[in-house]
């Protein structure tokens, strides 16, 4: 049985989604826990009322984790908050989909500004706090997309990439504090940024899934408390599929 007690955890982009759902479980399992959003504060409210009506504590902090300025006072507010940060959560993400010959560049520098710069930008902030912690550990959204490409995801599947390398570079460099560093790549979730996809997409999609289904955020959620516990403390460098079989 895993428990997440005395660990305190920042999730980036936990308003909604996967983010929420990760919060939401890890808070159940003991973590005291701060919530990051952009712009969906009343979200990210309900997330940590939720959180507290089942008797846990979580904390609310606004930022653009693609600012750098913002990263920073983010990741000093929730350790002051929680007065230590001993797990990383780099779950913020957007998606702006497009084949290449549509792709503006601001199509590409929003989405490698967020879901990989911003991971940077958190971690680079993030790291002396998880190098001081007992079982220091670093979750990183990837997708599996990352890891095979997808047509009209150039700018995201690239990002994702870049986060597989970012997270096993981490994994060599902060382990000999005892820093574990991951990533986790699911395939199709059910979550707002799936719900953009057309009917005929989601259709395709679940053909190429063998369990022929999209997943839930609580089963990624799942993954990410396991990781962010003791019980993982030999796990290093991987990226571990969640995929319904999707990339097998
Ligand atoms: P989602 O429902 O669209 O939620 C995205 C979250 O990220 C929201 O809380 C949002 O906050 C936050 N966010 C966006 N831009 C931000 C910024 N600049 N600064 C801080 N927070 C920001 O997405 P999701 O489906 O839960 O995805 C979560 C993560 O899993 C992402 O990294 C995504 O790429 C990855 N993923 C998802 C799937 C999937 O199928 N859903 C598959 C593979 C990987 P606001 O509400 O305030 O904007």
């Known amino acids: 049985m895993i428990n997440l007690n005395d660990k305190k955890i920042l999730i ?21 826990v701060t919530l990051n959003y952009a712009n969906s504060r009343t979200r ?43 797990v990383l959560v780099n779950n913020a993400g957007i998606t702006r989909d497009k084949l290449l010959l549509r792709m503006k560049e601001e199509d590409w520098d929003q989405v490698l500004n967020i879901n990989l710069k911003g991971v ?10 998880l190098l ?7 979750i990183n959204l990837s997708s599996v997309v990352g890891i095979n490409g997808n047509a009209g995801q150039a700018n995201y599947s690239a990002a994702k990439a870049g986060i597989v390398g970012f997270t ?20 199709f979730i ?7 996809l057309s009917e005929n997409i989601k259709a395709g999609v679940i053909d190429q899934v063998p369990l022929a289904r999209f997943g839930k955020a609580e089963e990624v959620a799942d993954l990410a408390a396991f990781l962010a516990s003791d019980n993982a ?6 990226v571990i599929k969640i995929d319904g079989g999707m990339g097998a």
């Open 168 to 187: 096993k570079t981490m994994a060599k460099e902060l382990a000999s504090k005892g820093v574990c560093s991951n990533a986790i790549a699911p395939g």
């Open 233 to 238: 403390n030999y796990i290093n460098g991987e």
């Open 44 to 86: 990210a409210e309900e997330v940590k009322n939720e959180i507290e009506a089942a008797g846990g504590t979580a904390h609310v902090v606004q930022a653009d984790i693609s600012d750098f300025d913002q990263a920073a006072e983010l990741v000093k507010t929730a350790y002051a908050k929680m007065g230590g940060l001993n």
């Open 120 to 129: 940077f930008n958190c971690t680079k902030n993030a790291v002396r706090y």
């Open 190 to 196: 059910d979550t707002e940024m799936t719900d953009e």
């Open 132 to 138: 001081k912690a007992e079982n220091g550990k670093l």
């Open 12 to 32: 980036t982009g936990s308003s909604r989604g996967i983010g929420a759902e990760i919060a939401k479980k890890m808070a159940l399992l003991g973590a005291e």
